[in-house]
């Protein structure tokens, strides 16, 4: 019988280790590893040849996509479409733009009437936020042979980074698990910044509220929530707080023990930012580019320093972000979460928040720098 299995790792916990050393105890079967972004197929590949030396060839790393277009696509896209799919196209937005309403609101192609228009640019590429729909009409319309051939394939299917998958994604997730290849999800719902896409259809599980659609029983698998808890990565104080931001999943746990001169989390003034800077050199975080830094530091946006690591950073919060630290209880967007979680969990060390505080102001878990 298939085995189908979801890790939730906390950030810093390995989780691309784990993931690859499970690959690699598989030695006569083959094995599919897939993931959203370029940059962590690029990861998982860099980690097995760390571990191994070399990617054994019954382990493939593909991204999502390249994964639907080469194996949902383009062997089955006849079923349904005619013409010849000549590559994908990444789209940040909803696709299949049609045009706007006197009052200025958007007009899709629609998937009835309009098919190659909704699915396709006119270089006939299809659209990266409809593929895995496209490969769902595929499966049905061949009567399940897209995921038959799928599964004589690949005996073991593990998909990283599992929170990053939504819409129709999550339909194709279903039909794995009925089939006969052994499913591996590992994730942090905590860490939902991106999306493959922006559809309607299971919006409801989007990034960090996919935990939601894993405790289906009838899905048929089987959930761990407490094998990779210990955070490797960041020292206590700063997993404490990053604790704070979702109180619905079992809290983390240091595995970070070293000490500096300088360890946990403090306030900064804006007048002491550059005095800041200079002392620990910290990577400053930011929500956008349209934040203010000193361009004479390192600087990233939150969603782009996902999955990696710095001894030092500095976050500039929003405002939202500010009330939530001077009170956990106040409103914070599920997305905003999210970003502030990755932001806080990139330090080993320390973590500087910019915040022009008062004197009185004693914020728990959180130390005034000057």
Not at 230 to 253: G, M, V
Not at 324 to 334: G, P
């Amino acid at each position: 019988m298939n085995q189908n299995k979801l890790i939730v790792a906390a950030a810093g916990a390995g989780k691309t280790t784990f993931l690859v050393n499970e690959a690699l105890k598989i030695k006569d079967e083959r094995v599919l590893i897939t993931t959203y972004t370029q940059a962590n197929e690029a990861e998982i590949r860099k980690k097995i040849i760390e571990v191994n030396q070399c990617i054994p060839p019954n382990i493939i790393v593909q991204t999502w996509f390249s994964f639907l277009l080469q194996h949902g696509v383009r062997p089955f896209q006849g079923g349904i479409f005619e013409k010849q799919i000549t590559g994908l196209i990444l789209v940040n937005s909803q696709s299949g733009l049609k045009g706007y309403t006197k009052f200025k609101q958007p007009i899709y192609f629609g998937e009835e009437k309009e098919f190659e228009r909704h699915y396709f640019s006119k270089e006939i590429k299809i659209y990266s936020d409809k593929i895995s729909k496209f490969v769902f009409r595929c499966n049905v319309k061949s009567g399940g042979a897209v995921i038959e051939r799928l599964c004589n394939i690949y005996s073991h299917i593990f998909i990283d980074e599992v929170q990053d998958l939504a819409g129709y994604d999550l339909e194709l997730l279903k039909l794995f698990f009925k089939a006969n290849s052994n499913t591996l999800l590992v994730g942090d719902p905590r860490q939902g910044t991106y999306s493959t896409n922006s559809s309607a259809k299971n919006k409801k599980f989007k990034k960090a509220a996919i935990i939601n659609f894993f405790e289906d029983d009838a899905l048929g698998i089987e959930s761990d929530t407490t094998s990779l808890t210990t955070n490797y990565r960041c020292n206590e104080a700063i997993c404490n707080l990053s604790n704070k931001l979702f109180t619905d999943l079992p809290p983390t746990t240091s595995g970070n023990t070293d000490t500096t001169t300088h360890d946990g989390v403090f306030l900064v003034r804006p007048v002491d930012v550059n005095e800041y800077l200079k002392t620990y050199s910290p990577v400053q975080l930011r929500e956008n580019i349209k934040t203010e830094v000193n361009q004479n530091y390192r600087v990233m946006n939150f969603g782009e320093s996902k999955g990696l690591s710095f001894d030092r950073v500095l976050i500039y919060p929003t405002n939202p972000i500010l009330k939530w630290f001077a009170d956990n209880n106040s409103e914070l967007a599920v997305t905003s979460r999210s970003k502030l979680y990755v932001a806080l969990t990139r330090a080993r060390y320390s973590v500087g928040i910019i915040c022009d505080y008062p004197d009185t102001i004693n914020i728990d878990g959180i130390s005034k720098w000057k």
